[in-house]
C-alpha cells in the first residue's frame, strides 16, 4: 500500500497532517517534507499530525515522526500526534515516544469506542 498526505487548516492556525497506509522506509521522508510545507508556507500554531489512516509504521517511519517534531520544536511549533490507530499507537507505545507526541490514545477508545479498552 501507498502513502498519502493530506493537509488541512484548522481552527485557530493549527494544522492537520494526515497520512494514509503505510509509512515505511520507502516513503518516511514524505512526513517530514508535508511538516517542513507547513512550516515554509506559513507559523501555525500547532501541528497535528492525525495517524488514523496508517495502517503500518517501521522503525524509519517513527524516526520520521520524531525528525518532523525536531524540526516544528525549531521553528517553535508544537507538534502533536491524534487519533493514531492501534498499531501506530503500539509503535509509539513501545519506542517511548507517546509523550514525546502529546500521548495520543489510540482512535477508537474513549467516547468514540463502542466496545471498552482491554489493556493485558
Known amino acids: 500500500m501507498t502513502l498519502s498526505i493530506m493537509t488541512s487548516t484548522l481552527a ?4 492537520e497532517v494526515s497520512p494514509s497506509g503505510e509509512i ?3 516513503n518516511a521522508y514524505e512526513i517530514r517534507e508535508a511538516v517542513a510545507t507547513q512550516l515554509a508556507e506559513g507559523r501555525p500554531t500547532r501541528i497535528e499530525l492525525n495517524l488514523h489512516n496508517v495502517t503500518f509504521i517501521d522503525s ?3 524516526s520520521a515522526l520524531v525528525a518532523a517534531f525536531q524540526l516544528a520544536a525549531v521553528s517553535e511549533v508544537k507538534l502533536v500526534v491524534t487519533r ?7 509503535q509509539l507505545w513501545v519506542t517511548g515516544l507517546l509523550g514525546l507526541f502529546g500521548n495520543p490514545t489510540p482512535f477508537g477508545d474513549g467516547a ?9
Open 112 to 120: 468514540e469506542s463502542e466496545e471498552p479498552a482491554a489493556f493485558a
Open 84 to 90: 493514531p490507530s492501534r498499531f501506530a499507537h503500539r
Open 60 to 62: 524509519v517511519g517513527i
Open 24 to 26: 515505511d522506509v520507502e
Open 12 to 15: 485557530d492556525g493549527v494544522v
